[in-house]
């Protein structure tokens, strides 16, 4: 593996460069990363059109294809998120604290760059630009390992962001792309922990899990999501219904799309032909238990896998329960720590919710949809972590720092 340690090398060296860039630097080159994106679009398109033909005569699923393809309202969108970044404030260098011992040392704590940040994720080629965008805006360099699906896509869209650093005079190799797609590449990437300080998985259960066990890197746990939203028997009905409409199908294939449904037994009766009504729409299969069936015109038996299940798809589990505390465990039973709703108009319960459910976004009346860097106004994201350890939710220019101590003294010595 030559190439993968020279690509380690190359990141380790960039990323003391890019620690020193000044803001006004780094502003410019995701500036000019999005002007060159839009500006090279029919390349990038063309790239994508051959990626997607090649997912379609492999039977690609279509929640996949969906994640792969490009369009020129995505590329606006991509380049949007880097500009987006490129307004944020720059966390980097700045104290986060300071404070004077009683022998006169003054202790400082400065926000500093992790280094060189891995990331491996599948057909998701907007991943490339929101990752370059949030690692070069901290000041890391960042080796990206994108899948075989959507690998034209990816070389396309590095080349562009590599010409930005190079008009910039930035260092080229802060953005890098694995382009060997083989597993043996990508399990030595994990093991690549001489130079990557953090590896971050993108992509499905099997993906993550993969990245969890067999890294020697530091690994964040991101995006699996099986959401949930519970209907409350003090649910405004109507809102509900548009809500649920709007989380399960308005883009299927993401990980903060509702996969479950959970409403309480007082207004099921009045909210679940409500609800299959508002489904019909987008074709959308219920799975449904036994109290929850006999309100539905049309539904499938639900089985246990059914309410642990990401379905990437138009299809969602239905169960009716008895009270809050039914919901609630029910959810921190079943969920990934993703996002979880309740709709409600009773304080007291939305404020339970909000106080037990043990997941990284806990909503009061939306969907599960708005958890996303952009969403959360952090310009673009670089995963949604799911664990508690060093972030958690959209990781944005945050969650890419670390920090050290710096220490100014007058000739103390400690006795």
């Known amino acids: 593996m030559e190439t993968l340690e020279r690509i380690g090398k190359n990141a380790k060296a960039a990323s003391f460069e890019t620690g020193k860039l000044s803001t006004a630097v780094k502003n410019a080159v995701l500036e000019k990363a999005a002007e060159l994106l839009m500006d090279n679009k029919e390349e990038i398109l063309a790239a994508n059109a051959l990626d997607l033909a090649e997912g379609e005569r492999k039977g690609m699923f ?26 944020l404030e720059d966390p980097i260098g700045s104290i986060e604290r300071s404070w004077t011992r009683p022998n006169g040392l003054l202790i400082g704590k400065m926000i500093v760059p992790l280094g ?107 995006g699996i999501g099986n959401c949930h939203v519970y209907v409350d028997e003090f649910a405004d009905l109507a809102m509900a219904a548009k809500i649920v409409f709007n989380a399960k199908t308005q883009r299927v ?18 909210f679940l032909p409500l609800l299959e009504e508002t489904l019909k729409e987008k074709h959308v299969e219920l799975r449904a238990d036994e109290a929850s069936a006999k309100y539905l015109k049309e539904s499938v038996p639900a089985t246990e896998e059914d309410w642990g299940k990401e379905y990437g798809d138009y299809i969602l589990s239905v169960k009716t329960v008895s009270s809050l505390d039914e919901a609630i465990a029910h959810i921190n039973h079943y969920n990934t ?42 310009g673009a994201e670089i995963g949604i972590s799911t664990q508690k350890m060093h972030a958690r939710g959209p990781m944005g220019l945050a969650a890419l720092t670390s920090y050290k101590y710096i220490i100014y003294g007058n000739g103390q010595i400690r006795q």
């Not at 996949?64 to 969108?77: A, C, T």
């Not at 294939?253 to 009045?270: D, F």
């Not at 404020?351 to 860097?373: C, H, M, P, W």
């Open 62 to 87: 279509s929640g996949l294809m969906d994640r792969l393809r490009l369009n020129e309202e995505r590329l606006m969108g991509m380049a949007e998120g880097m500009r987006q970044v490129a307004r």
């Open 337 to 378: 720590g993703h996002s979880e709703s309740i709709i409600t108009e009773n304080l007291p319960n939305a404020q339970k919710f909000l106080r037990e459910i043990d997941a990284a976004a806990v909503y009061v009346n939306a969907s599960t949809r708005f958890t996303d860097g952009f969403e959360f106004g952090f």
């Open 253 to 270: 294939s993401v990980c903060n799309a509702e996969e479950s449904l959970l409403v309480h037994e007082k207004v099921a009766p009045a």
């Open 116 to 222: 060189v940040i891995g990331v491996i994720y599948e057909a998701r080629p907007n991943v490339t630009s929101d990752v370059f965008s949030l690692c070069f805006k901290t000041g890391n360099a960042c080796i990206l390992k994108g899948g075989s699906d959507a690998i034209n896509s990816n070389k396309a869209i590095v080349r562009v962001l590599r010409q930005a650093l190079v008009e910039e005079k930035a260092p080229e190799n802060a953005l890098q792309l694995i382009e060997d797609t083989s597993r043996e590449t990508t399990k030595a990437f994990m093991h690549l922990d001489e130079y990557v300080s953090l590896l971050i998985p993108r992509g499905g259960a099997g993906l993550i899990r993969t990245v969890v066990k067999e890294s020697s890197i530091p690994v964040i746990h991101t």
